[in-house]
């Protein structure tokens, strides 16, 4: 047995003097430890007997400390369990403390006859006296909170197989209780979300947490609605607190660094790089420390994803709940992740869930579609809408041509509609006043830039917004690189011309207002969790420069000084990865977008059929 001896131990004990009472205290206390036995089955009756009829509690406590303090051998714990179990009806919630000492046990590494008298207990006494259940369940679920210590049981939130033994016995139990006892189903629930652990705790504490959190949807699937949406609200906290430009600071800037410098042998060791993303578990965990839990939990959450494939072949039973379970995770996305702001990663579930099928992926849309449309939801989450299909049809490789197109016409259409409207009736033109609308026009613009390889149109059309004056200057740039690229318009006189005008407007009030440019949020930018990328990888499309507009740019850097040297290939839109929105330090036109004017008019001199 290793020793916790210590130098500075050892002499403080050696040193210290002790008191005649402080000796004569500690030696009765060993006494009376030494001197209690284990009371048998009369005995126990006879304690609830002189508590009952002589009101004498001092024997039941002592034997109450007994248990407590004592590390009971299996024989002593089968002879507890034994004598409690014939007194059940007796041990009314008069003798609650009786009750909660013997419950608090430790049971779960015990033989099976240990842990069958502890279940048949545990079950019996909850169903005898129903007010033991206000403890009794949440001492359950505290046993699904992995230790500190245990670290080394639950690797990437994975238990071993013993652990995953112990946590069977309690999930039995569990099931048992709540089939005995329908009315404890609100005390579950509350004792679930009470006993999350703390976001800053270690990752296997909370991945181990919601490992057996989701094993209770196993048994119990009318909790699946609840549990679902509660892990969902846990990583927003994880993740809210693992901000992307952290997360890049920490784990990506040394490696973007040895990539550049690499750049010249990238083609030899792409396939071998590959191969080691796709089956090297041994990932180093993230040097951000909340990204880390955040990436251990999304594993466990794509994992538990994986067993409600809607194209796992089963009966009509098992059909109907995983269309249930569509249902609620649109709820979740509904309920906790659409009105939450500036998320990075815990949006990909849903994006991983729609990968499965090509219906859930028009749903998803759909759902969206109809929230963008609705003037009776807040404009908050209308824009929150606009974002996420955006992204999501930029980004998902799922999503057929014919899907994209058709949504882009929508979305176009419903835009064009917008502005006659507010031609007729003179709206007034303000970012403020039309926030949904240039969240869709800079949308239609992002997907427009980012697929334009698979995307042609010709349609002209004119209008008093000048949205390209409040988008994202990447999104604005590279909406005109495409454009030109096509020879469908030429948008940079009319970004030039925004920038004149804004910047006078910035000089004549000496700082800029709030509403220069559009407050933007894409969901579904580049995934940095180092782990879990690789469910995402497959089904996740990077952004590629179209040959029109590599020419186009190639083009540009021979005539213009203003623009830095890039190698042949690189495109307007982004530098060194794939994101051109994600962080200031790749944007190549954050100059010009500050200086965009605020109230302009232009139009677009497109070919026509082609729709913006």
């Not at 004990?13 to 500690?26: D, G």
């Not at 030109?484 to 407007?505: D, F, G, P, S, V």
């Not at 407050?519 to 180092?530: A, E, G, V, W």
């Not at 060194?576 to 954050?590: E, P, S, T, Y």
């Amino acid at each position: 047995m290793a020793s916790v001896y210590s130098a500075k131990t050892g002499l403080s004990s050696i040193l210290k003097a002790y008191t005649p009472t402080e000796r004569v205290r500690a030696k009765n206390l060993a006494i009376n430890k030494v001197r209690f036995e284990m009371p048998q089955q009369k005995g126990l009756k006879e304690l609830l007997e002189s508590a009952n009829d002589d009101n004498n509690y001092q024997p039941l406590n002592e034997y109450i400390a007994f248990l407590k303090e004592t590390d009971l051998s299996d024989d002593q714990f089968l002879t507890a369990m034994s004598s409690a179990h014939k007194l059940i009806n007796e041990l009314t919630p008069k003798f609650t403390n009786l009750v909660e000492a013997l419950t608090s046990l430790s049971w779960t590494s015990r033989g099976s006859k240990a842990v069958k008298a502890f279940t048949e207990f545990y079950i019996d006494i909850m169903v005898a006296h129903n007010k033991y259940v206000q403890f009794g369940i949440p001492k359950l679920i505290s046993l699904w909170i992995p230790a500190d210590v245990d670290a080394p049981l639950w690797q990437n939130g994975i238990p071993t197989d013993d652990i995953e033994a112990k946590l069977e016995a309690i999930h039995i139990l569990m099931n048992r209780i709540l089939t005995a006892i329908p009315m404890s189903f609100e005390i579950v629930l509350e004792a679930i979300e009470h006993k999350f652990p703390y976001f800053k705790k270690d990752p296997h504490v909370i991945a181990g947490y919601i490992h057996n959190i989701l094993w209770v949807t196993e048994y119990k699937p009318i909790f699946t609605d609840f549990i679902v949406q509660l892990i969902v609200k846990k990583l927003v906290i994880l993740d809210v607190n693992a901000p992307r430009s952290e997360i890049e600071e920490l784990d990506y800037d040394d490696e973007d660094e040895e990539l550049e410098e690499e750049n010249e042998d990238a083609d030899i060791f792409e396939v071998d790089d590959c191969q080691k993303a796709s089956t090297d578990y041994d990932i180093p965990p993230m040097k951000h420390v909340i990204a880390h839990t955040l990436d251990t939990c999304m594993e466990k959450m794509y994992t538990f994803l994986n067993t409600k494939n809607p194209n796992i072949n089963g009966n009509a039973e098992q059909k109907l709940q995983l269309h249930n379970f569509w249902k609620v995770l649109l709820s979740a996305f509904d309920n906790v992740l659409l009105p939450s702001h500036n998320t990075h990663h815990v949006q990909f579930l849903i994006f991983y869930y729609c990968s499965f099928k090509s219906t859930l992926a028009e749903a998803f849309l759909s759902s969206l579609w109809d929230k963008i449309q609705n003037p009776n939801v807040s404009v908050v989450i209308r824009q929150a809408a606009v974002g996420y299909m955006a992204s999501f049809l930029a980004r998902s490789k799922f999503v057929s041509l014919t899907v994209l197109q058709n949504y882009l016409k929508e979305l176009c259409n419903w835009a064009h509609q917008y502005i006659q409207r507010c031609d007729q009736y003179r709206q007034n033109g303000s970012l403020k006043a039309n926030k949904v609308f240039f969240s869709l026009c800079q949308s239609i613009f992002y997907v427009i830039a980012f697929r334009s390889r698979d995307l042609t149109g010709d349609r002209k059309i004119t209008c008093n917004f000048n949205p390209l004056r409040v988008c994202l200057p990447a999104v604005a740039t590279a909406f005109a690189g495409v454009t030109r690229a096509y020879q469908l318009a030429y948008c940079h006189a009319i970004l030039e011309r925004n920038a004149r005008r804004k910047l006078a407007t910035v000089y004549a009030n000496d700082t800029a207002t709030a509403e220069e440019t559009l407050d933007s949020f894409f969901p579904f930018d580049p995934y940095l969790l180092k782990m879990s990328i690789n469910r995402i990888t497959p089904h996740y499309m990077q952004y590629q420069a179209s040959e029109a507009e590599e020419a186009a740019v190639v083009a540009t850097h021979h005539t213009s000084s203003t623009l830095r040297h890039r190698k042949r290939g690189d495109s307007e839109m982004c530098d060194d990865i794939d994101d051109f929105i994600v962080a200031d330090k790749r944007q190549k036109h954050r100059e010009l977008a500050r200086s965009q004017e605020r109230e302009a008019q232009f139009t677009y001199g497109l070919s026509p059929g082609f729709h913006i």
